[in-house]
Nanobody
Framework: QVQLVESGGGLVQAGGSLRLSCAAS????????MGWFRQAPGKEREFVAR????????AYSDSVKGRFTISRDNAKNTVYLQMNSLKSEDTAVYYC?????????????WGQGTQVTVSS
């Protein structure tokens, strides 16, 4: 069983930065790829980024490519999402998940989410 806890969300001005963290209770390093998704009010949950088990492979949605960076520290069982040049349209609840792919159905475990609000 894997439990995921996100942190690091908050209120930031447009153009600013935030770093989200996702701490896993179990040993995820040898078992799961990890992803970040987000969900804005009234919208479906959408893919943001993913990283392979080793950290050697990453992928991003077009909307965040070049601004966000996903990374992981398997020794700490933690995955990060560095978000730079934030825009108002990045406002959403951000979720980390264990699995692989670009749709929510491909992920087995989810955190509770952390709110990111970008003011313009």
């Amino acid at each position: 069983q894997v439990q995921l806890v996100e942190s690091g969300g908050g209120l930031v001005q447009a153009g600013g930065s935030l770093r989200l963290s996702c701490a896993a209770s179990g040993r995820i390093s040898s078992r799961y790829g990890m992803g970040w998704f987000r969900q804005a009010p009234g919208k479906e949950r959408e893919f943001v980024a993913r990283i392979s088990r080793s950290g050697g492979s990453t992928a991003y949605s077009d909307s965040v490519k070049g601004r966000f960076t996903i990374s992981r520290d398997n020794a700490k069982n933690t995955v990060y999402l560095q978000m730079n040049s934030l825009k108002s349209e990045d406002t959403a609840v951000y979720y980390c998940a264990a699995g692989w792919g670009s749709i929510p159905q491909e992920y087995d475990y989810w955190g509770q989410g952390t709110q990111v609000t970008v003011s313009s």
